[in-house]
């Protein structure tokens, strides 16, 4: 599964419905002038993948991801990602079916929520479900390396790299195991 396009409406400096296409399937750089929305895009994907440390999208309050908090004659924050699932191989499974898989999620001013898949409303867990089936889980510590923190990782020991890396596969703890049962 890789990002085909995102479509943000009303979310945080989009508040007119803007469409990003031309995604690579491995790599992607977006390059911009300071405070002309960069980060914002990846703020939106991060949403839509569920994050619930909201200051890892620079925001105090779900309102503020809401172009001008609301205040901007925009009620609501609308993002669509629409993942090409050509690929059999890193297919979620029950999804083999569909090319395309688009999850949108809508915040609604006063705090709703929702989240639509292929344009139908579904429940929460179902989408959390999806991206946890395919290694895409944002609240995972190391999933994100986020500004600032990439100097942090590059000064990194190779011993800290390799317990970063365990932790984010979820194979740490088997370690932390070993390392007791050797002890004993
Ligand atoms: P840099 O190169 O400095 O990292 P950037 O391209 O990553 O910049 P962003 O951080 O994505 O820029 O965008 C910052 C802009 O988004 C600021 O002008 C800020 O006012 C605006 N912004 C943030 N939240 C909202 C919101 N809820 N409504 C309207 N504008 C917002
Ligand atoms: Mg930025």
Do not use: W
């Amino acid at each position: 599964m890789y990002i085909k396009s995102i479509e943000l409406d009303g979310f945080k400096s989009y508040g007119e419905l803007t469409q990003i296409n031309g995604f690579d399937d491995k790599f992607n750089a977006i390059t911009g002038l300071n405070g002309s929305g960069k980060s914002n895009i990846l703020d939106a994907i991060c949403f839509v993948l569920g994050i619930s440390n909201l200051s890892h999208v620079r925001a105090g309050t779900l309102q503020d991801l809401i172009f001008k908090s609301g205040q901007g004659g925009v009620d609501k924050a609308t993002v669509s990602i629409t993942f090409d699932n050509t690929h059999a191989s890193q297919c979620p499974p029950g999804y083999e079916d569909y090319r395309e898989i688009t999850v949108t999620r809508q915040l609604i001013m006063g705090g709703k929520n929702n989240y639509l898949l292929n344009g139908i409303k579904v429940q929460n867990k179902k989408i959390h479900d999806l991206f946890c089936s395919v290694q895409l889980n944002v609240n995972n510590p190391h999933f994100l390396i986020m500004q600032g923190k990439i100097t942090k990782v590059l000064n990194m020991k190779p011993i800290e790299i390799l317990a970063m890396i365990e932790e984010a596969a979820g194979t740490r703890m088997y370690e932390v195991k070993r390392q007791s049962a050797l002890k004993q």
